[in-house]
């Protein structure tokens, strides 16, 4: 009798399905864009001196960048001047935060997620993969969390050999 005959792959047989958050990891660039060199004396921000600005910068830079908009500098930003700086960059952009690298990671994951057929995991065991090449972000692992709660009959961590129980369906 050939050993490999009786060879049964229990984790192919289980029946789970395996998400690995890599694959929904956006490959474009990620830019920082700090208003603070947009400030007069950096202290606060003249509409004249930044409307020229918005003039004249060419947007093109940004083209198909995610861009995390900031300001490292204790100033007087308003709130529309943020604003500005998204409708003149969104055009060109592929996402346009405001707030730290993290921030925007948070985002296009959240926004990756957003296309996951939920249909297709009606009922089903999942097992949201533990270990990635990329760093993904805690955000992304809750929100994987909350799209799947209504539709999955179970969820669990790590790698479909070893899992660490997180939900399971109360019929």
């Given at each position: 009798m050939d050993i490999q005959e009786n060879f049964v792959n229990k984790v192919s047989a289980s029946g789970l399905i395996t998400i690995n958050l890599e694959e929904y990891y956006n490959k474009a660039e990620r830019v920082v864009y700090d208003i603070k060199e947009n400030l007069f004396?950096?202290?606060?921000?003249?509409?004249?001196?930044?409307?020229e600005f918005i003039k004249n910068h060419d947007w093109s830079q940004y083209q198909?960048?995610?861009?995390?908009?900031?300001?490292?500098?204790d100033a007087i930003v308003?709130?529309?001047?943020?604003?500005?700086?998204?409708?003149?960059?969104?055009?060109?952009?592929?996402?346009?935060?405001?707030?730290?690298?993290?921030?925007?990671?948070?985002?296009?994951?959240?926004k990756s997620l957003a296309n996951i057929d939920l249909n297709s995991l009606a009922g089903e065991r999942v097992v949201v993969?533990?270990?990635?090449?990329?760093?993904?972000?805690?955000?992304?692992?809750?929100?994987l969390t909350n799209l799947l709660l209504p539709v999955v009959k179970s969820i669990m961590y790590?790698?479909?050999?070893?899992?660490?129980?997180?939900?399971k369906r109360k019929d």
């Open positions: 004396h950096g202290l606060m921000l003249r509409e004249k001196d930044f409307r198909d960048k995610n861009i995390a908009v900031i300001c490292s500098a308003p709130t529309w001047a943020y604003m500005l700086l998204a409708s003149k960059m969104r055009p060109y952009a592929n996402e346009v935060v405001f707030g730290s690298l993290d921030v925007l990671e948070s985002v296009l994951f959240a993969k533990g270990c990635a090449d990329i760093e993904v972000p805690v955000s992304a692992y809750v929100e790590g790698e479909p050999c070893s899992t660490v129980p997180i939900y």
